[in-house]
C-alpha cells in the first residue's frame, strides 16, 4: 500500500491550480488507493502521481480553447481527462475507454468527485462519432500514426488532436508526416508545457484538423 507521503499535494498545485486543488488532491488519493487496488495504476506510480501524472496533464489545458467539447481518447484511469475536467470547469469532457473495469472506475470517480462536466464513454476511437470534438486528447495509447487515424476524423474542422508524448515525439511526428497530410491535417507543431514550473515538462504534439492536404511541421499555431 502507499505512504503518507505519497498524498501530500505539493505547494506548486495550489499554485498553479488553486481552485482545482481540493479536487485534484481528492482524484489523487483515489489514484493512490482504489486505482492501485484495482491495478489501474501501478504501485510504483504512487510515489511521482504529482510529477509523472497529474500535474503533467494538467498543464495541457493551456491548449485547449475556452468552452471546448473533448474527447480523451484511451483514458484509462482518467488520465488526462479527468485532471482537464477538473482544471478547467468550462470544458465538457468524455472519458472514452472500451475496458468495462476501467469505466467502472471512471464513474465512480467522476461520481466520487462531482464533475459535472465529464462522462464516460465506453467505447473504443475508432467506433465514435466522427467530426464531433473540438478536441481530441490522448497519452500513452499508440503510436503518433495510428492514433491520428483514429483521432483526425474525429475533429471538427479546424479542431485539434492533442497527443501526450514522450521523448520520442519528434520521431513519431517525422515517421507519421506522410499520414498527417493524406488525413488533411493542416498544421503540427511540437509543445513543451511546463517547463519552468514542473519537475518534468509535458510533451503535446499539436495536430489541427482540416481538409486541405498537406501541413508543415512546427507550423506554429501557437496555441
Ligand atoms: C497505456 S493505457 C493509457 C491510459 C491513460 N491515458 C494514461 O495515460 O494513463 C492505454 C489505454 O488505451 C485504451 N485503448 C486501447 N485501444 C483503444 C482504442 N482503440 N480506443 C480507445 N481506447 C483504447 C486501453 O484500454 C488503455 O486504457
Known amino acids: ?27 489523487a488519493e483515489l489514484l493512490a488507493t482504489e486505482g492501485t487496488l484495482r ?8 510515489p511521482r502521481l504529482w510529477d509523472r501524472h497529474l500535474l503533467n496533464c494538467a498543464v495541457v489545458e493551456r491548449l485547449i480553447p475556452e468552452e471546448a467539447l473533448v474527447a480523451d481518447i ?16 468550462d470544458l465538457q469532457v468524455e ?27 465506453r467505447s ?12 481530441v486528447t490522448s497519452r500513452a495509447v499508440a503510436p503518433l500514426g495510428k492514433l491520428a487515424r483514429w483521432c483526425l476524423p474525429l475533429c471538427v474542422e479546424g479542431g485539434l488532436m492533442l497527443a501526450m508524448k514522450g521523448s520520442s515525439a519528434g520521431e513519431e ?8 497530410a493524406k488525413l488533411g491535417a493542416e498544421l503540427w507543431h511540437i509543445h513543451q508545457l511546463g517547463g519552468e514550473e ?4 509535458t510533451t503535446v504534439v499539436s495536430i489541427v ?12 499555431n501557437g496555441r
Open 95 to 121: 472519458l472514452v475507454e472500451p475496458l468495462l473495469r476501467r469505466t467502472t472506475f471512471l464513474q465512480e470517480a467522476v461520481d466520487a468527485l462531482e464533475l459535472d462536466n465529464a462522462t464516460v464513454v
Open 209 to 220: 484538423a482540416g481538409r486541405a492536404a498537406g501541413g508543415s511541421r512546427h507550423g506554429g
Open 74 to 89: 484511451g483514458t484509462g484511469a482518467g488520465l488526462p481527462g479527468i485532471v482537464l475536467a477538473i482544471v478547467r470547469p
Open 39 to 46: 491495478g489501474l495504476i501501478g504501485p510504483r506510480e504512487v
Open 1 to 27: 500500500m502507499t505512504g503518507p507521503v505519497s498524498r501530500e499535494t505539493p505547494p506548486l498545485v495550489d499554485k498553479l491550480f488553486p481552485r482545482a486543488a481540493v479536487r485534484l488532491s481528492a482524484y
Open 124 to 135: 473504443r476511437a475508432e467506433d465514435l462519432p466522427r467530426a464531433s470534438y473540438d478536441v
Open 198 to 201: 514542473l519537475a518534468l515538462p
Open 173 to 180: 511526428l517525422d515517421a507519421s508526416e506522410r499520414e498527417l
